[in-house]
């Protein structure tokens, strides 16, 4: 089969390196792919969110599969756009994937469809909002309604925070149109999880549990990224807390978005904190989480591909889904600076050594005309380890990435050894 996954940081190069492994792909593509894709798959070099192009190139090129992976095309409805042009499609359409898109829609379907999640008021108005988290304890959530990068949530530890954020959304414009409509939750207490599961429309499958770790600095200090690394499974996530959450939280969510006429097709990522009252929903995603994927697909000891194709098909029930009896760790090496500003295009040497002990996932990397891999994001690579245990997995994580180097390289030292809340 001729296939293209859609998007270029680490998550891509996971998904283009496990369908890599699947007899049934002969042609492999990635739009835009990195540095590191490229020596898997053929780059194409179109952005992830050009729906038109995407759609036209694929068409041109006759593919038979194409994995949209990222939020934002996700949300314009590529796979829609795809499906409709004859071309089979992995994702959530448009109707589905406005359970990450809007999260005033995750939580009034939390609400109907009594999921677990922190009671919260929408708005729009900033007088409204203001009176409201007036009346609140502290901290507080307040959280952009539309999809912003990642940036979208504050918690305000006080109040004159609180009203800044408030005052920043809905007058500042400071998410745009994602910020015109907030969310104010209350604050959980916990530890988080997060588990992917693959999704039919009515078959859900848990993957590996994970944990990611958001904030730049170790401590879970500091700013808000996309994510500093992540590990799996997730300590403290039992079977029993496992049952629970299928029971509670999966299996509902399935069912309540079907029962809606959205059914959700793709991977459900099911952002979870276990609080003293229970496991609860802190957010839905409508992917694959990044850097999860590349710590969870590390585990799959099944043909990705297969497992793709069921999803869309409605057929996933039919699926033997098989992961290592092992434990995993990514650790993210980003660009000093991230998430604010950083420098780009930085010669990274290592590579080949540190690929003997782990698979290096590239995220901000390019490849030059030359064939050197330079820095070309604020997270550049995923170095993600396997092992027996998850104290190995992240020791083996640490060696491998000792030998990487660039210029303003930067990681935590905690990543698997802190659980951050
Ligand atoms: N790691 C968080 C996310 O992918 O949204």
């Keep these: 089969m001729k296939v293209l996954v859609v998007g270029g940081g680490g998550r891509e190069h996971a998904l283009v390196w496990a369908l890599s492994k699947s007899p049934k792909v002969n042609e492999l593509y990635c739009a835009p792919g990195n540095g590191g894709i490229a020596q898997l798959a053929t780059c194409v070099d ?29 949300a314009l ?12 499609a ?50 507080i959530v307040i959280k952009a309604d539309g999809l912003a990068l990642g940036k979208g949530v504050i918690i305000a530890d006080t109040l004159a925070e609180a009203v800044e954020a408030v005052e920043d959304m809905l007058d500042g414009g400071k998410f745009g149109d ?34 990611d770790h958001k904030r730049a600095l170790n401590g879970d200090q500091g700013p808000n990224t996309g994510g500093m690394g992540a590990i799996s499974p997730a300590p403290g996530y039992t ?4 049952g629970r959450c299928m029971r509670e939280i999966f299996l509902p969510t399935v069912a309540a978005m079907a029962a809606e006429g959205r059914p959700f097709q793709g991977v459900l990522y099911f952002g979870l904190m276990l609080t003293p009252e ?90 030059t005309p030359e064939g050197e891999v330079v820095t070309s994001g604020g997270r550049v690579l995923g170095v993600t380890a396997v092992a027996g245990t998850l104290e190995e997995a992240i020791d083996r994580a640490y060696q491998s990435a000792a030998g990487i180097s660039f210029t303003n390289r930067y990681c935590r030292d905690d990543i698997g050894r802190t659980s951050p809340n």
Excluded at 50 to 74: E, Q, R, T, Y
Excluded at 77 to 88: Q, R, S, T, Y
Excluded at 192 to 206: I, K, N, Q, S, Y
Excluded at 239 to 242: F, P
């Design 46 to 74: 179109l952005k992830a969110t050009d729906v038109d192009g995407i759609v036209a190139w694929a068409s041109a090129n006759a593919m038979d599969f194409v994995v949209v992976a990222p939020d934002d095309p996700l």
């Design 77 to 88: 409805g590529m796979v829609d756009a795809l499906e409709a042009a004859g071309i089979p």
């Design 90 to 139: 992995f994702g959530p359409r448009r109707n589905a994937a406005v359970i990450e898109a809007s999260k005033s829609f995750s939580k009034q379907l939390m609400a109907q469809y009594h999921i677990p999640t922190a009671a919260c008021q929408v708005f729009t108005e900033r007088d409204a909002a203001l009176d409201y988290v007036r009346s609140q304890p502290l901290p």
């Design 178 to 211: 994602a910020g015109r409509k907030i969310v104010i939750e209350a604050y959980m207490t916990g530890p988080e999880v997060t588990v992917l599961a693959f999704c039919d429309g009515t078959h859900l499958v848990p993957m590996p549990s994970s944990r």
């Design 239 to 242: 079977g029993q807390m496992a």
């Design 278 to 367: 229970g496991p609860k929903v802190v957010e839905y995603n409508a992917r694959f989480g990044d850097p999860e994927c590349q710590a969870v697909l590390s585990l799959l000891d099944s043909d990705l591909l297969e497992i793709l194709l069921a999803c869309r098909s409605g057929t996933l029930d039919q699926v033997d889904i098989r992961w290592k009896d092992a434990a995993s760790c990514c650790l993210v090496l980003a660009s000093g600076g991230y998430p604010g500003a950083y420098g780009k295009g930085y010669p990274i040497s290592g590579l080949e050594e540190a690929g003997r002990t782990a698979t290096v996932f590239h995220a901000g990397t390019v490849q």
